[in-house]
């Protein structure tokens, strides 16, 4: 299977190396923002560099839809998997508009309600993984996971 991982810097990019029993088992390709950490992780690896920052930023918006198209098209996956946050917006709707499946884990540190990024996503997300109950009992479509 070829999976796209795309995720933002720091926590959001250790929650997805987190998942490496499941993504190593498959056809990657990463995109996230370069940072000495994600250059080192990533090394060897195909990546692409998103554009940074998301918050409020309509033109790193439009660069990232963008490049979202060109990573979907080049890498042809079967899966896109995200753990947030702004920059997985645009691949997770372009993706399901694509007829791809999405996935969205969300934070750790989101217990009673879903990020902005989740919510924005969440129509065009087909599994829903979230880490604390009452996060599930809120929405009855996620799926509970612990890492």
């Known amino acids: 299977m070829k999976v796209v991982l795309v995720s933002s810097t720091g926590g959001h990019f250790n929650a997805l190396c987190q998942l490496s ?18 250059e080192k992780v990533l090394q060897g690896q195909p990546t692409f560099w998103a554009y940074g920052p998301t918050n409020r930023s309509l033109k790193n918006l439009v660069r990232n839809l963008l490049l979202s198209a060109q990573v979907l098209q080049q890498a042809k996956p079967d899966l896109v998997l995200s753990t947030g946050a702004g920059v997985a917006v645009p691949f997770l709707i372009l993706a399901k508009l694509m007829g791809i499946k999405t996935a969205f884990l969300e934070s750790f540190t989101r217990v009673e309600d879903l990020s902005l990024s989740a919510r924005l996503a969440l129509p065009f997300i087909d599994k829903l993984y979230v880490q604390w109950p009452q996060l599930q009992d809120k ?9």
């Open 139 to 147: 929405y009855p479509q996620a799926e509970l996971i612990t890492l």
């Open 21 to 38: 029993s499941f993504w190593q088992r498959h056809q990657c390709t990463w995109v996230t923002f370069r940072n000495s950490t994600t």
